[in-house]
């Protein structure tokens, strides 16, 4: 994994934990470079459940927005595809415009939320780029959790 794919891969996974953890649920642990796959990573986040449909999809964007708003480039072209196949789920039993309503406003929802927290998202992933899995103890403590 060249440096520029862990600390896109890093990013991604950030800005999920961080989205989760602004709009209240539990985050645990986050690892890069799972299975063989050097662009692959997962974060433990709590049931979505309780929350809105807004905040579902901002949840599922907030890895792509993060890339986005820290200039990374796209790490292969499917790059992704899990987040948007959540939100086609998501959104699959409302009418197509309310969908592309919510949509947007879940993209920006979480373009926001990130934009607010750049200096833990950074810190977040600069760990997670060099260790390549942060237990949740040490998510924790970047986010100053008890």
């Not at 999809?57 to 927005?65: M, N, P, Q």
């Not at 977040?124 to 237990?135: D, K, M, V």
Request: with cysteine; net charge negative; aromatic share 4%.
């Amino acid at each position: 994994m060249t440096v520029e794919e862990r600390r896109s891969t890093a990013i991604h996974e950030a800005g999920h934990i961080i989205v989760a953890w602004t709009l209240g649920l539990p985050v645990g642990a986050m690892e890069i470079g799972l299975n063989g796959d050097d662009t692959a990573g997962k974060s433990e986040i709590a049931d979505t459940a309780s929350l809105s449909l807004v905040d579902r999809i901002a949840l599922c964007a907030a890895g792509l927005e993060a890339e986005r708003l820290f200039g990374c480039q796209a790490l292969h072209e499917h790059a992704g595809w899990s987040d948007a196949a959540k939100m086609v789920e998501i959104l699959d039993d409302l009418p197509s415009e309310e969908a592309d309503e919510i949509r947007f406003n879940g993209y920006d929802r979480a373009f926001q939320i990130l934009d607010r927290q750049r200096s833990l998202i950074e810190r977040l992933a600069q760990q997670l780029a060099i260790t390549g899995r942060l237990e949740e103890r040490d998510v924790r403590s970047i986010l100053s959790l008890p």
